[in-house]
């Protein structure tokens, strides 16, 4: 249930606009409410396990930095008078997000557990694609498409994580041949949302993340003994090959609006291409004026309107270094840098570190192209989980060594 609770907290985003769940939202904030529920469900965890606490030193070092982080974006935010959009920022950070980091290690502690998270991020993936259907067959949309109470950006960036979570490691896992077949059905739909939403930014870090992945793949191979194992991941190799043509040979036709979004990008931007390097481009001016503290959360509106408004350069890179300087942006580098050195330490592992280290890329790239550090928090979910991979191969239960399936050497 604690899996399924923090899945709701770091997802409900995506649909607590939505008309349906007005009565719920207009009495509790559902963030907030699925922050105290995935939050009490740890404590109750922890007390049946008599307050023992497993983690790796390499997620204490990390958590760490993040704190670090934190607090320097506070100090920032109080220290440069952003009392408005960036204290509020500085403290979701701390607080929200801070919780989606340190709450994925303290809650998802096993094999079991992870696969839970998946189901349960699938099954919202899922939700939100057929609100999309049910819209886009009833001619709800001009243009986008979108699912719940989200965007055509969080429809797109739903289905790619759930469709990830799907092919690269919920169906290498499951044996019954009716969920099997139920799960090929959630692709073609998963597909379609993400492809239909009009999103150019999710879709292109969809379709370099499985680049990415069939790198990981044909390394990963090196260390199976599981024929069908690596036969599973051959066959999703000559899938995505396959959907990739087909979309190049059929894409303008299906998806008119994606594509010819795609055509204005490459003649020249587009007003929402351009608003986005605009807004870089104002960052990498206040970085260039204090470049080692930066101006703090909610400088970007501050040095250019003159108001502490929600304003940020959709590019998480240039958004810590604009708001903390060199030290914050080292600082999430190193980060970064431990985490995935984490994850391609334990590739041997099998399909775990793999599906963690493709569904935090495609995170990755999206955090450079779209939203601010908050609207990331699922990114930082997946940060975390690289941190612990060991404790889902540990597992004896589950552990691919003691099936013979990793080889020992």
């Given amino acids: 249930m604690s899996s399924w609770l923090f899945a709701l907290f770091v997802t409900a985003g995506l649909y607590k606009a939505d008309p349906h769940l007005a009565f719920i939202q207009q009495r509790f904030d559902m963030t907030v409410l699925f922050f105290f529920l995935s939050f009490t469900s ?10 023992a606490l497993r983690l790796p030193k390499i997620f204490w070092y990390t958590f760490g930095i993040f704190l670090w982080i934190a607090l320097l974006l506070l100090l920032g935010a109080v220290f440069y008078d952003n009392f408005h959009y ?73 289905a790619g994580i759930g469709l990830i979570t799907l092919t690269v490691f919920l169906l290498s896992v499951t044996k019954s041949f009716w969920i099997r077949l139920l799960l090929f059905v959630d692709i073609v739909l998963l597909f379609w949302s993400l492809f239909v939403s009009g999103g150019r930014g999710p879709v292109l870090a969809f379709v370099i993340t499985f680049i990415f992945f069939i790198i990981l793949n044909r390394k990963v191979g090196r260390y199976l003994q599981d024929f069908s194992m690596k036969r599973y991941l051959r066959f999703l190799n000559i899938l995505v090959f396959i959907s990739l043509i ?20 490459l003649e020249g931007g587009g007003y929402s291409a351009l608003t986005r390097i605009e807004y870089m481009r104002m960052a990498i001016e206040v970085f260039s004026t204090s470049p080692i503290w930066g101006m703090g959360p909610g400088c970007l509106g501050k040095e250019f309107f003159g108001i502490d408004i929600r304003l940020y350069p959709h590019n998480i890179f240039l958004e810590f270094a604009a708001e903390g300087g060199l030290i914050v942006l080292l600082a999430f580098i190193a980060l970064l840098c431990l985490a995935y050195w984490n994850g391609f330490r334990n590739m041997r592992g099998g399909i775990v570190p793999v599906y963690l280290l ?44 003691w099936r013979g399936a990793i080889r020992e050497h």
């Fill in 246 to 265: 087909i979309v190049a040979l059929k894409g303008p036709q299906w998806f008119p609006t994606l594509f010819m979004r795609l055509r204005v990008l």
């Fill in 42 to 51: 740890f404590l109750v965890q922890l007390i049946r396990h008599k307050f």
């Fill in 86 to 158: 960036g204290l509020q920022k500085a403290l979701r950070f701390l607080i929200l997000t801070g919780w989606a980091f340190l709450g994925a290690a303290l809650i998802i502690t096993d094999y079991g557990r992870l696969k839970q998270f998946a189901w349960a991020l699938l099954l919202v993936a899922t939700v939100v694609a057929i609100s999309a259907l049910n819209g886009w067959r009833t001619g709800k949309f001009v243009l986008f498409a979108y699912g719940l109470g989200t965007n055509y950006l969080g429809t797109a960036r739903i």
């Fill in 358 to 401: 493709t569904v935090s890329f495609f995170m990755l790239l999206n955090s450079m192209v779209s939203g601010d550090i908050n609207d990331n928090r699922m990114f930082f979910v997946f940060l975390s989980l690289l941190t612990v991979t060991k404790r889902f191969i540990s597992d004896r239960d589950n552990n691919l060594f």
